[in-house]
């Protein structure tokens, strides 16, 4: 399998780490390259489930390297946390399993405490961030005044661009949120820790790969949250802090872009969101009901509910052209199963015309009606079902025409969260 770079083509919750998991066996190495633990993955393995919130869904499988890229900020105790939680359930994620980039940003305590201030102080026009210090973790890095993992060899560095920090962090926390200021030896006593026992699992992650590949081995960048919640090209300002199309892979982890072979794009069978900003297809009666409920539509995360409704492939079109997907994943099809008929949404109307992609203008998604085809629906369940050519002919005729409004084949579809409950086309 050449290097491929996994992504979500929606608004995240897509089923990307079931994905990564199957594909992960045939790999040297899995390479996070952006997000933080504000993005999780539910994999189901042998009727256990796992959640990883940080560490690629490569980890799973014994022989498969796992890599964070200097895209990725960390919240080191989240970090340790998660790698406690795998090694008591028998998952070995020594440093031979996991390597960690030394140019990746770290979360400190007063991220934390800005991202949730800040939230809280906008009342009604809230963006729905799940408050971890991601997005001002990633304003210091873009601001040149982070701290990094490899400062970490260094505290007297780390003291100085702390102290530097709270000089700033703290006049907004107490002046203008009214919190109380932190001190430079409560946010040191957050990481001092942690710090030691995570230095044997750094690394040069360019070099890494660069080792993998010249020894003959393929390589899987997994994306974190969907496509639809890029800084840039997202549904603004309703996204993350970080570039979450395919593009970002080779920053995010340090290889030049050549070494992207192929993109799949992962898309849900209809369309989630969580958290605030316009969804068009969104239904909030029965249908989203039945969809939230069958789905199992909680936030790995946070819990939170996620907002359901109809596949979007004006939402799924963008990204295909974002990313230059090569081939799509269907998942959660076999959710569809009892509903008498299915809707996709094609187009919208805009403003007085009809358009195929989505406007670019802020607020333009929240004016857009959807302009929908109607299918028929199957009540058959689709469990125990392995190949195509099993699905009820209105799931086949589904794929199909999805495939057909996409413009991109579907090469594997997910009817169940256990890894072999995915038919390979």
Known sequence: MPNLVVIGTQWGDEGKGKIVDLLAAQVAAVVRFQGGHNAGHTVSVGGEEYKLRLIPSGILHPGTICMLGNGVVLDLEELCAEIDALVARGVDVGPERLRISRKCHLIL?????????????????????????????????????????????????????????????????????????????????????????????LA???????????????????????????????????????????????????????????????VKAYTTRVGSGAMPTEQAGEIGGHLQKKGAEFGTVTGRPRRCGWLDLVILRESVRLSGVNSLAVTKLDVLSGLPELKICVAYNYRGRVVEYPPQAEGGLGESVPVYETLGGWTRSLDGIRSFAELPAAARDYVRRLEELAERPVSMVSVGPERDRTIMR
Do not use: W
Request: hydrophobic share 35%; aromatic share 6%; charged share 30%.
């Open 109 to 201: 305590p007063y991220h934390r405490l800005l991202d949730k201030a800040r939230e809280n102080f906008k009342g009604d026009g809230k963006i729905g961030t799940t408050g971890r210090g991601i997005g001002p973790c990633y304003e210091d890095k873009a601001g040149r005044c982070g701290v990094r993992v490899c400062d970490l060899e260094d505290m007297d560095l780390v003291r100085r661009k702390i102290r530097l920090a709270l000089d700033e962090k703290n006049v907004l926390l107490a002046g203008l949120y009214s919190q109380k200021p932190l001190t430079e030896r409560e946010v040191l006593e957050r990481i001092e820790g942690s710090a030691a026992r995570i230095q044997p699992y």
């Open 204 to 266: 040069d992650i360019s070099e890494e790969m660069a080792r993998v590949e010249g020894a003959g081995g393929e390589i899987l960048f997994e994306g974190a949250q969907g496509s639809h919640l890029d800084i840039d090209h997202g549904t603004y300002p309703f996204v993350t802090s970080s570039s979450t199309v395919a593009g970002n892979a080779a920053a995010g982890s340090g290889i030049g872009p050549d070494h992207l072979h192929r993109v799949l794009g992962v």
